[in-house]
């Protein structure tokens, strides 16, 4: 894996309403794959931060989601085109 692949797993990963199944999806890696790449190249404080914002958290299930179709974008959010966030 590259490391723009890693940084933008990583990036997913720490979005709120992205869920694992989207990261299967996109880079073939289960949710315990996710979880194992966060430890090894996040510091151990963030990998911390980072378990108990996501444990629980019924965003990051595609199952547990209250809405159906759609998603969440904030007026504020640029576009991403190719995986790739716009700059300014």
Do not use: Y
Not at 34 to 48: A, C, D, H, Q, T
Not at 58 to 69: G, S
């Amino acid at each position: 894996m590259t490391l723009i692949e890693i940084d933008r797993i990583i990036e997913m990963a720490w979005e709120d309403r992205t869920t694992f199944d989207s990261i299967k999806f996109q880079f073939d890696l289960k949710e315990q794959e996710v979880i194992e790449l966060m430890r090894r190249e996040l510091k151990p404080s963030s990998f911390r931060l980072w378990r108990a914002r996501v444990q629980g958290r019924a965003t990051k299930h595609q199952n547990k989601r209250v809405f159906e179709k759609g998603r969440f974008k904030c007026s504020r959010q640029r576009s991403i085109n190719n995986n790739k966030i716009s700059k300014r």
